[in-house]
């Protein structure tokens, strides 16, 4: 089945450093790749929506140059959180889709972040 | 008013019984996704519904288009079931997006 890759599982970075999270879709193409963070106990939140090649769509309150997001290949998706601060700490999951009406949506491990 | 309301939020049983966990939508949809969200935060597509029932393993999920209700059934319940079970609805614009729901939060007790 499909795969998405996401690297790193967890870091920890020192406030006002920057982090680079990357989501690979390993056997098929990722036409669309939607970013999610997720605080504790609560549902997960779409932060943008890319596509390849193109800039990515924000949600309301999501501050595009903090965080960057990068959607260059089919098969390739970044997101940098830039100059993290604390409250940046999340739980940050990308999901891919071949971006085809039912193909279904397959989401990456997730990447747990802690800004200290 | 949520466009995708689960029920119920939270939910304990004793391993062995059977589960239901339902969702209700508001919108028009392409499909309707079963998602599993294990503690560490993973989350598996359990299934992608557009009409009828469709069954994998213990796991039976239907939708009635119509009323604009689906259900997630767990025959056998086991510990290992243990998550949060979320169901979604993606429309038809052009980004397919999903709308979520809150989530059921599911609890086996051995």
């Known amino acids: 089945g499909a795969v998405v890759s996401q690297h790193p599982s967890r870091v920890i970075c020192k406030s006002g450093t920057s982090v680079k999270i990357e989501c690979r879709s390993l056997?098929?193409?990722?036409?669309?790749m939607f970013w999610y963070r997720q605080f504790p106990k609560q549902s997960l939140m779409l932060m943008a929506t890319s596509n390849e090649g193109s800039k990515a769509t924000y949600e309301q309150g999501v501050e595009k140059d903090k965080f960057l997001i990068n959607h260059a290949s089919l098969t390739l998706s970044t997101l940098t959180v830039t100059s993290a601060h604390p409250e940046d700490s999340s739980f940050y999951i990308c999901?891919?889709?071949?971006?085809?009406?039912?193909?279904?949506?397959?989401f990456g491990s997730g990447t747990r972040l802690t800004v200290v | 008013k949520n466009e995708v309301e689960q029920s119920p939020q939270n939910l304990t049983a004793q391993e062995g019984e059977f589960i239901t966990i339902n969702c209700s939508y508001s919108v028009g949809i392409s499909a309707l996704h079963w998602l599993q969200q294990h503690p560490g935060g993973g989350i598996v597509s359990l299934f992608m519904?557009?009409?009828?029932?469709k069954k994998h393993g213990r796991l039976i999920a239907t939708i009635n288009i119509q009323e604009k209700h689906s259900s997630l059934h767990i025959t056998a319940s086991h510990p290992r079931d243990s998550a949060v079970y979320i169901c979604a609805v993606s429309g038809w614009d052009s980004n397919y997006q999903l709308i979520w729901g809150a989530g059921t939060k599911l609890i086996i007790k051995p």
């Open positions: 519904l557009s009409s009828g029932k």
């Open positions: 056997d098929f193409q990722a036409t669309t």
């Open positions: 999901s891919a889709s071949p971006g085809r009406v039912n193909y279904g949506y397959t």
